[in-house]
């Protein structure tokens, strides 16, 4: 979704565009007469241990740079500044070069899960330190974009309760799947569930690692198929995948065997693996 910059109608954003020309050549000529300064000091420091052809060649290049920068510097302000929301991400092309703000490039990008807050600021001047991408400005279109670390942009955009709106939900959207990935990686390791045939049923498809041994929650079916409700810690003798690939009709690839001093039980296990490094560090605690 693309939302275009604004200073409020047609003449003010000429007017923007034309000042955004000179203050970008301005800054850039600052940069270039800082850099031409620091060059020559460096060829007049390695001047005697490099060849003169060389060293002509450095400086056509330093010079071809320059005039490079000057000019795109002077060109971007022709394209049309906007924010642009795109995945999980806000582009916002601004096309000029903020002085203090220099390494920032022409361009900003925010991940739409770093901002903290977006809204409609007071009609006052932000913060000096903090820039603004245009120069005439109009509060009626100004949007405030706080990141994490307290990072703030500013945006002059038409439209901007849509847009205001439209990055809250995506922020929203963000939000919920960092909660849903933090709830799963929240599921407790002493909770496993039957690898069967039909759809996970709460309640009555789950293998407990509880207190005094492995617990069994089933229904009818299941437990005539498993054949047990619990076995304890101190009868486990052994436990290991199984080389069984079916139970009583019922197949899975996934079927654990433990063993006690007198019955094998073989259990269709979700995660077979987890399930026995789980029980094995349960029984290393009952043995200590």
């Keep these: ?9 047609k003449k003010r954003n000429i007017c923007n565009r034309i000042l955004f020309i000179v203050s970008n ?13 620091l060059y020559i000091v460096i060829i007049q420091c390695i001047a005697k241990i490099i060849d003169g052809v060389l060293l002509e060649i450095i400086g056509r290049v330093v010079i071809y740079a320059f005039i490079v920068i000057l000019l795109v510097a002077a060109v971007l302000p022709f394209f049309p500044q906007k924010a642009v929301i795109k995945n999980d991400c806000i582009y916002i092309y601004r096309n000029n070069l903020f002085l203090h703000r220099i390494f920032r490039g022409f361009y900003d ?16 001047h ?25 990072n703030i942009f500013y945006l002059q955009i038409e439209n901007p309760d849509d847009f205001i709106n439209e990055v809250n939900k995506r ?30 049923m709460p309640d009555c498809d789950e293998i407990v690692l509880g207190v005094n041994g492995v ?9 005539d198929l498993i054949n047990v409700k619990i076995i304890s810690y101190n009868d486990i003798q052994l436990c290991k995948k199984s080389d069984k690939h ?40 009952c043995n200590q």
Excluded: H
Excluded at 109 to 124: D, F, G, H, Q, R
Excluded at 129 to 142: A, G, K, S
Excluded at 215 to 223: I, R, S
């Design 1 to 9: 979704m693309i939302y275009k910059f604004t200073c409020g109608n």
């Design 25 to 37: 050549i301005i800054i850039a000529l600052f940069m270039s007469i800082w850099a031409i300064a």
């Design 109 to 124: 990008k925010i991940e739409i899960n770093k901002i903290e807050t977006i809204v409609k600021p007071p009609k006052s």
């Design 126 to 150: 932000p913060s000096m330190f903090e820039p603004i991408p245009v120069i005439l400005i109009n509060w009626d279109y100004m949007v405030e974009i706080v990141t994490e670390r307290d």
């Design 171 to 200: 922020v929203e959207l963000a939000k919920s799947k960092e909660n849903d990935e933090t709830s799963k990686a929240a599921v407790p390791t002493n909770m496993f569930q039957f690898d069967l045939q039909r759809g996970y």
């Design 215 to 223: 617990e069994f929650k089933t229904d009818k079916t299941t437990a």
């Design 246 to 285: 079916s139970i009583n009709g019922v197949d899975s690839d996934n079927i654990v065997e433990i063993t006690t001093a007198t019955q094998t039980y073989y259990i269709p296990i979700k995660n077979p693996y987890d399930f026995i490094n789980e029980l094995y560090k349960k029984l290393n605690t």
